[in-house]
C-alpha cells in the first residue's frame, strides 16, 4: 500500500492546456483569412476547372475525329462504350449546364467583383465553344460511314472503262484534276487517280478526294445527297 502512495505521489500532474496561446492561434487565423482575397480565390477556382472542363472536350473531339470504323457493328460499339463511360454528348451536355448554372450564379453577383467579372466571362465563353466543337465531333463520328459502306462505291479501273460520260475532260469536283488517268489506269493502280467513287447520286470522284469528305460528312459533296443506310426498321417500313 505504501509503495502504491508513493507511485501516485510520484506521478506528474497533467499539464493545464494554455488557454491563452490557443485563442491566439485562433485569432491569428481568422485574421488571415480576413486578408485573403475571395474574390480573386473564387474566380480562379473557378476559371481552373472550366479549362479543365475546356481541355476535356477538346480532347474528346480530336478522338471522335480520328476514329475510323469497318462496320456498322464497330460504330455502333464505340458509340455503346463512350455512352457507358459518360463520355457521350448527352453527360457532356450535363456537365456544360452545370458549369453554365454556376456562371449565371456569379454574373448575379456582379456588384461584388466589379472589374473581374470579364474573367469569368471568358471562360464562360470558351466553354461554350469547346462543347459545340465537341457536340459537332460526336455527330459526325455517330453518323460517319463505315468502310464497308464506302466499299460500295468504289469503281475499278475495268468498270471507269466501261462508264458513260467520263473521259479525259471529266474532272473531280474537289481537287478539279481528270477523273481518268489513262496511265494509272492502263497499270491498273489503286491510286487516286486509278480508283474512282461513284455515288448513288452518280457523281464521280477519286477515292483518296471524296474519302477526306466522307470522313466528315455522310452526303454529296455536290449535290448534299444523303449517304446514310437504311436501318432495318427503315427497310421494313419502307
Known amino acids: 500500500m505504501r509503495k502504491l502512495h508513493q507511485a501516485v505521489a510520484q506521478r506528474e500532474e497533467p ?10 492561434k485562433k485569432q491569428q487565423l481568422l485574421w488571415k483569412l480576413c486578408d485573403i482575397d475571395w474574390t480573386k480565390l473564387l474566380l480562379e477556382a473557378f476559371r481552373v476547372g472550366g479549362e479543365r472542363l475546356c481541355a476535356e472536350f477538346r ?7 480520328g476514329q475510323v470504323f469497318d462496320t456498322t457493328k464497330d460504330r455502333e460499339d464505340f458509340v455503346h462504350r463512350w455512352t457507358e463511360r459518360k ?11 452545370s458549369r453554365e448554372f454556376l456562371m449565371n450564379a456569379l454574373a448575379q453577383m456582379v ?26 465531333a ?5 453518323g460517319r460511314l463505315p468502310k464497308e459502306e464506302l466499299a460500295k462505291y468504289e ?19 474537289i481537287c478539279q484534276c481528270a477523273l481518268i488517268d489513262e496511265e494509272n ?25 471524296v474519302q477526306q469528305w466522307l470522313h466528315y460528312h455522310s452526303s454529296c459533296p455536290v449535290c448534299r445527297h444523303d449517304l446514310t443506310p437504311e436501318t432495318e426498321e427503315e427497310c421494313r417500313m419502307s
Request: glycine share 4%; charged share 30%.
Open 15 to 24: 499539464e493545464s492546456p494554455d488557454v491563452e496561446s490557443f485563442l491566439n
Open 59 to 65: 480532347f474528346r473531339a480530336g478522338i471522335l475525329d
Open 87 to 97: 463520355m457521350d454528348l448527352s453527360a457532356a451536355h450535363e456537365n456544360w449546364e
Open 111 to 136: 456588384y461584388i467583383f466589379e472589374n473581374d467579372l470579364y474573367q469569368s466571362y471568358g471562360i464562360r465563353y470558351r466553354l461554350r465553344a469547346s462543347y459545340e466543337f465537341f457536340e459537332v
Open 138 to 142: 460526336y455527330r459526325r463520328a455517330e
Open 155 to 173: 469503281i475499278s479501273v475495268e468498270q471507269q472503262r466501261q462508264q458513260q460520260g467520263l473521259d479525259e475532260n471529266t474532272v473531280c469536283i
Open 185 to 209: 489506269a492502263s497499270e491498273e493502280k489503286d491510286g487516286p487517280m486509278g480508283r474512282l467513287y461513284r455515288l448513288p447520286c452518280s457523281h464521280y470522284f477519286h477515292e483518296e478526294c
